[in-house]
């Protein structure tokens, strides 16, 4: 099975890199191993980044390997400058206390924990970095670190020669951190695999150093790559900021519309690294697609794998329900939940207040809202092309915006949908 694993890996294109690739492979062959996989607290939720290595976990347990998923109560304390443009910003021990749980309850949707040989195990590494005094720390672990190798890290040097940058002692200690952490694990659990982005190859290597000077022990590591967009610009980011994997930061609505919207150029790339369809059904919707013009069908199996992976198939289904809605115009069937999914981040939404709606025409209340101008929700209107809950509504209607809006009109005693023409639409929701 590992070597099937390693096989499938290098077909996906997520390996990166890999210390002593031969013996590597000859470790994983001896037997089932355990593995590790950081993941900084540095906000309420994982992100489409931290996806890959997650998946990349899932995976080594798939093949038998016991997983280990740390989360970085203590590392999110302080930092990881790794080809970061400036210092972070050091958030207070509550709130990344806070974090670090929100995270571990994230990462136990994607390993197995129960109903396995290899049941996965999640570790804090604020319980053993919490506990040592900086005498220990400099004495047992910051003798066996080299400041001139640590100086020489790429992610160093860019900051040192980035004007007005540099970098704290803060943040040049992250890499002594972290691989206390690989020692750690080693001790505790025999851990002999840490995986992570490219961008984490010093610190992984210095890990391993540190195992084999405190523990005699040979560790491995291995890098996946980090995800690039063929335009350029930075994958997981939208125009309304990252994409979380929580469902309350981004909506499972949106994060479908994140995947149908990928490009042709990136699609299958994406296939390969976000799911787990084989690689040989993967080239067949690749060339199945070469075939055909106008819309692939690679984007919606996509969307749709990603989607029941991270949020489950009601979730799915709810997704699919809303775009339909919004492809015909009609969303009076759709759910006060998903209907709520529109307003947190699927369309352009306001709250309404009713007071004065009497005096104020159709015109104003919809071009207020962004809508369009004055005149060309007057235009609209002309043609009928107002749709609100999926009534039509013209001149006649024009001062009737308090009747319009009436709270017994409202889907589900709050909103109202609407939309004018084809494309333009807003959620208005009653102010309470």
Same mark, same amino acid.
């Given at each position: ?28 062959? +001896? ?61 207070? #021990?509550?709130?990344? #206390?806070?974090?670090?749980?929100? %995270?571990?309850?994230? &990462? ?5 924990? /129960? ?14 970095? +919490? ?5 220990? !720390? ?56 840490? %995986? ?12 391993? =150093? ?56 990136? &699609?299958?790339? !994406? ?8 690689? $040989? ?19 919606? &199996?996509?969307? $749709? ?16 329900? %809303? ?12 759910? $006060?939940?998903?209907? $709520? ?17 009497? =005096?104020?025409?159709?015109?104003? %209340? ?25 009534? #039509? ?16 009109? #409202? ?6 949908? &609407? ?9 208005? /929701?009653?102010?309470?």
């Amino acid at each position: 099975m590992t070597a099937a694993l390693i096989a499938d890996l290098k077909e996906r294109g997520l390996l990166n890199q890999i210390t002593a690739e031969d013996e590597f492979n000859e470790h994983l062959n +001896g037997g089932p191993r355990v593995l590790y996989c950081g993941f900084d607290p540095t906000a309420d939720s994982l992100h489409l980044g931290h996806l890959v290595p997650l998946l990349v976990l899932r995976r080594f347990q798939d093949a038998g390997h016991k997983p280990i998923a740390l989360v970085g109560g203590a590392t999110g304390l302080i930092g990881d400058p790794s080809f970061k443009a400036a210092e972070r910003q050091l958030n207070t #021990a509550d709130i990344v #206390a806070g974090w670090a749980d929100k %995270i571990r309850g994230q &990462v136990s949707q994607f390993i197995a924990f /129960e109903g396995v040989e290899n049941p996965a195990v999640v570790v804090n590494n604020l319980d053993w970095a +919490g506990e040592m005094n900086v005498l220990d !720390f400099l004495r047992d672990v910051g003798k066996h670190f080299s400041v001139n190798a640590m100086i020489n890290k790429e992610s160093v040097q860019q900051r040192l020669n980035r004007e007005g940058a540099g970098i704290s002692f803060t943040e040049f200690s992250y890499a002594l951190l972290q691989g206390m952490d690989f020692a750690e694990l080693n001790r505790r659990y025999d851990c002999t695999l840490q %995986i992570g982005g490219s961008d984490q190859w010093g610190n992984i290597v210095g890990g391993i =150093d540190l195992s084999r000077r405190q523990n005699g022990a040979q560790t491995f590591g291995l890098t996946v790559p980090l995800v690039t967009k063929s335009d350029g610009t930075k994958f997981g980011k939208t125009e309304s900021g990252a994409v979380w994997l929580d469902p309350s930061k981004t909506s499972p609505y949106a994060f479908y519309q994140f995947w149908m919207n990928t490009a042709d150029a990136d &699609v299958y790339k !994406f296939l390969r690294y976000f799911t787990f369809l084989p690689v $040989e059904k993967i080239a067949e919707i690749e060339a199945h697609d070469a075939t055909i013009e106008g819309r692939k069908t690679a984007q919606p &199996v996509l969307a $749709e794998e990603v989607t029941r992976m991270v949020h489950g198939q009601e979730a799915l289904d709810s997704a699919r329900r %809303i775009t339909e809605a919004l492809f015909s115009g009609d969303l009076t069937q759709l759910a $006060e939940n998903e209907l $709520e999914q529109i307003k947190q981040d699927g369309l352009p939404s306001s709250a309404l207040d009713t007071t004065g709606l009497a =005096d104020k025409p159709l015109t104003a %209340i919809l071009s207020e809202a962004g809508m369009g101008q004055g005149k060309q929700v007057k235009d609209a209107l002309g043609r009928n092309a107002v749709i609100i809950n999926g009534n #039509a509504y013209g001149m006649a209607d024009l001062m009737k915006g308090e009747e319009i809006f009436a709270p017994d009109n #409202a889907m589900y005693g709050r909103f109202f949908m &609407v939309r004018m023409g084809k494309k333009k639409h807003h959620l208005f /929701e009653l102010e309470k």
